[in-house]
């Protein structure tokens, strides 16, 4: 997995930093307040005031379960959709991604 940016813990979600070869921008994990559905993202990704992904709170099973965010980022200047998980760590959260 390839770490591609570090977050901190704010009131309203998360706020940090995505830095790639050709990409470094500072985003927000927004909470949805008004998820109308199971389904709906538990996150808004925003770069300034522009949508730049979501995201939805996840568990991985196993004997010491792992509580993450599935991201899914996305704007024109990317190829095509990236998919990414964001971990808390004790002083924050990374954002790694694995290319399938």
């Known amino acids: 997995m390839a770490h591609i940016g570090s977050f901190k ?3 309203k979600g998360y706020e940090g930093t995505i830095a790639t070869l050709h990409l470094n921008k ?4 927004v909470v949805n307040g008004n998820k109308k559905t199971d389904g709906s993202p538990d996150y808004f990704v925003k770069a300034g005031k522009s949508d730049f992904g979501a995201a939805w709170k996840e568990t991985k099973d196993g004997d010491e379960p792992v509580n993450y965010l599935s991201v899914k980022l996305d704007c024109p200047t990317l190829s095509k959709p990236i998919n990414a998980a964001l971990f808390e760590r004790e002083d924050g959260a990374d954002l790694v991604w694995t290319r399938k």
């Open 9 to 11: 813990q704010t009131d």
């Open 26 to 29: 500072k985003v927000k994990f």
